[in-house]
């Protein structure tokens, strides 16, 4: 690995997690802001990228154009939508660079397109780029697996701020993948994500998701495993965009001299079972 600071590049540089990265990229040693970039016609577009993250002038110009930002440099960071993000992954295999990608509410045929692209770039991709939701994924499989899923249910509780524009949320998908795997089944065919008017008993073995929008909440989940008499419950509750921007920034470090792939955050974190 080269001692030189890693040069990453901020896509989404003008939102809420854009902001924090930068933020961030500014304090942590070892990564450097190569550049920043934002939808084309953003009212951004051209603005000091640390002026708008709240730093003062850091005399990196906010731009429009991600071929050219990624040409020179090490690794994107990317929270932005499924659509950008494709393009994106496209783009970091061309120039060969590692890709985060914290982006939540991708299709199937997205992610077969991140994980084409993660033939030539090395890929990390998570729902969730906390320490403590990637620890708590491992516990809920953990959990799934030991209790029998004829006396046991899960349900799944994930509560955000009311901007947020998927849902389920990433989080709370990565924690009912982390389930599913706990009991080998698949997650997609054993989902209930809705329930409204008389739906009958709850079916056994299914996996329920609800969803709460409202506020300024960062995220909460909580997956609650419920059998006859006892309830156990596992939770996470985040209070900073940073625990997430820190992850992302963690996870391009090590993903520096790492083969061509698609990994995740358990990976990053030395949590994978696989």
């Known amino acids: 690995m080269s001692d030189a600071a890693m040069k990453l590049v901020v896509v989404g540089a003008a939102g809420r997690m854009g902001q924090t990265l930068i933020r961030l990229l500014h304090s942590i040693e070892g990564v450097t802001l190569h550049a920043a970039v934002s939808r084309p016609g953003s009212a951004f577009i051209g603005k000091d990228a640390g002026e708008v993250a709240g730093l003062g002038p850091n005399g990196v110009i906010i731009g429009d154009d991600p071929l050219t930002a990624f040409l020179h440099a090490d690794g994107v960071l990317d929270f932005t939508t499924p659509a950008t993000t494709n393009e994106f992954a496209a783009l970091a295999a061309q120039a060969r660079i590692v890709h985060v990608i914290g982006t939540t509410g991708c299709s199937l045929d997205d ?15 998570s729902g969730n780029m906390g320490l403590g939701v990637n620890l708590l994924s491992v516990l ?9 899923p004829g006396d046991w249910d899960i349900e799944i509780l994930e509560m955000h701020h009311k901007r947020k524009v998927d849902a389920p949320s990433g989080t709370a998908l990565l924690l009912g993948e982390a389930a599913a795997k706990g009991r080998g089944i698949d997650l997609s065919a054993n989902a209930v994500r809705v329930r409204d008017g008389h739906t009958g008993p709850r079916e056994a073995g299914t996996i329920g998701f609800a969803t709460l929008r409202g506020g300024s909440v960062i995220g909460e989940h909580s997956v609650v495993l419920a059998g006859e008499g006892e309830l156990v419950t596992l939770s996470h509750s985040a209070g900073d965009r940073s ?3 820190r992850g992302a920034i963690k996870a391009a470090l090590w993903a520096r001299d790492k083969k061509p792939g698609l990994y995740s955050m358990l990976d990053v974190l030395g949590l994978s079972q696989n």
């Not at 992610?111 to 991709?125: F, M, N, Q």
């Not at 499989?141 to 030991?146: F, I, P, T």
Request: glycine share 0%; charged share 30%.
């Open 111 to 125: 992610e077969a397109k991140i994980a084409a692209a993660a033939r030539h770039a090395r890929v990390v991709k």
């Open 140 to 148: 809920v499989e953990q959990a799934a697996r030991a209790l029998d």
């Open 243 to 245: 625990i997430f921007a």
